[in-house]
């Protein structure tokens, strides 16, 4: 090789290595460089495209879904999805089973398989939605405590035809009664495709404020103010610059187009002035669990700090107020939370039902008496739970009532009164005695090794980064 050649090599060979030397020494600066800027991390992460809403199969098939409009009727579904079944619609009208596609409710999202004769194959929609149990869904079920309430469900209807059904082309466009015979319709449970989301916010005002600027469902919300409500009164303790990072399931029928629920909290941290609280879902089996700190210690206490998830309090416990009604000087020996009309009351401890009813000034009122001779009271209730009675043993978190403005009241709000060996105390001042569980053994082996996926996704939450697309 000639001079003149090895030497432009050396020369551009040179400028090659001094490039990736500066590039690397930008990537890599350290931090006394510039102190201010963000540390910067990348994450990359694969993502999945949605199946197609139409497609079709190589044996001329094609799979479409629709979602139900106001005033659809079976038919005019079946005639968007590009079907021309009259047999279908006979059967959906005779079978039991079937009939239930005759009631369309709008926003349902229904799907089929359609041959190139219009023929429908197979057709299915939601007969029962996601669960309403789902914890931090409003109307669920029962509406029990957090911590047990059960994995969430969904069922759907389906219509097959059957495998070896044929149809005569000279009875196109016309129904016999062999036609009704061609299908089978059945229930059946559905999956449910479970994803993970994360998500970090600072409090400026309320937390419910912070979550919906951060784009937070708020059953998210509800559900990080009862776990760390033992810790932090989310009425009166919240302060600006308060930073809480939470993970969380979010739950979607499987070949659905419902839009996506947000399930239960798995990890939540909050740094609340100097005290940084963690709690971590763990599950102990049958669907049922609890939540505990990094060290496996229980966070459910003996006593909630409120019955309400959250609200506020516009009276607070007094040996003497002047009465809102009566215009003279009373005691006022309760807690006031202004919450609206039909917000769900919940017991603030395990107990039995003492009473049930309606009494003067309090309206609609349940006591409950709990362990250590305690009594909670909750007045001016809209309504009672289901099937709530003098004697029913209840649990923590249970569903008492619903917020009212029965008795002497100028405004919907929920009155709460608590007793200990027969007098009245100040719920937010009184020692009342805290219990928690500490797991052991196996399960505390198993919950560590689940807890440190959640730690390093709430790390994630804590190291400022940037989004691209390649």
Do not use: C
């Not at 050396?10 to 890599?28: D, K, N, R, V, Y």
């Amino acid at each position: 090789m000639s001079d003149p050649r090895r030497k432009q090599r050396a020369f551009f060979a040179g400028i090659a290595f001094a490039t990736l030397g500066a590039a690397t020494a930008f990537s890599f600066a350290p931090p006394s460089l510039n102190a201010d800027a963000p540390v910067q991390s990348t994450v990359i992460e694969q993502v999945g495209l949605e199946q197609p809403l139409i497609g079709a199969s190589d044996h001329g098939v094609f799979y479409r879904q629709e979602r139900i409009q106001r005033g659809d009727t079976l038919a005019l579904v079946v005639q968007r999805l590009d079907g021309q079944d009259p047999a279908f619609l006979a059967f959906a009208r005779k079978d039991k089973a079937a009939r239930q596609l005759l009631q369309m409710n709008p926003g349902r999202s229904v799907a089929a398989e359609i041959d190139a004769d219009g023929r429908v194959l197979r057709f299915w929609t939601l007969t029962e939605p996601l669960d309403k149990s789902v914890p931090g869904q409003k109307g669920a079920a029962g509406e029990s405590a957090l911590d047990e309430r059960p994995l969430p469900s969904a069922r759907r209807l389906l219509i097959a035809r059957s495998s070896g059904a044929q149809q005569d082309p000279a009875s196109a466009g016309r129904v016999n009664a062999k036609s009704t015979s061609e299908f089978i319709a059945r229930e059946e449970e559905v999956r449910i495709d479970r994803t993970l989301e994360m998500r970090g916010f600072e409090i400026r005002s309320t937390l419910f404020s912070a979550t919906d600027e951060a784009g937070i469902p708020d059953p998210v919300a509800t559900q990080v103010a009862e776990i760390l409500g033992g810790e932090v009164d989310f009425h009166r303790d919240l302060r600006r610059g308060d930073s809480v990072r939470v993970v969380w399931e979010s739950l979607q029928i499987a070949d659905g187009l419902e839009a996506p629920m947000a399930g239960r909290v798995l990890a939540v941290e909050m740094v609340h002035g100097k005290r940084k609280l963690q709690a971590f879902w763990f599950d102990r089996g049958n669907g049922r669990g609890g939540y505990y700190t990094p060290q496996g210690k229980s966070l459910k206490k003996s006593f909630l700090s409120s019955p309400l998830e959250y609200s506020r309090i516009s009276s607070g416990f007094s040996e003497m107020r002047m009465h809102p009604i009566h215009h003279e000087w009373r005691a006022h020996r309760g807690i006031d939370y202004a919450a609206p009309t039909g917000t769900r009351v919940r017991a603030v401890a395990d107990g039995v039902i003492e009473s049930v009813g309606g009494k003067s000034g309090y309206g609609n009122v349940i006591t409950v008496k709990h362990a250590n001779n305690t009594v909670s009271l909750y007045a001016h209730l809209s309504a009672f739970g289901p099937g709530l009675r003098q004697g029913s043993r209840i649990s923590q978190g249970d569903t008492l009532g619903y917020v009212g403005s029965t008795g002497w009241s100028t405004g919907p709000h929920l009155h709460f009164e608590f007793m200990i060996a027969g007098a009245h105390v100040d719920p937010l001042r009184a020692a009342i005695p805290a219990t928690a569980m500490t797991l052991s053994g196996a399960d505390q082996s198993s919950f560590r090794s689940q807890v440190l996926g959640h730690q390093r996704r709430i790390a994630l939450l804590s190291t400022p980064r940037l989004a691209r697309f390649e």
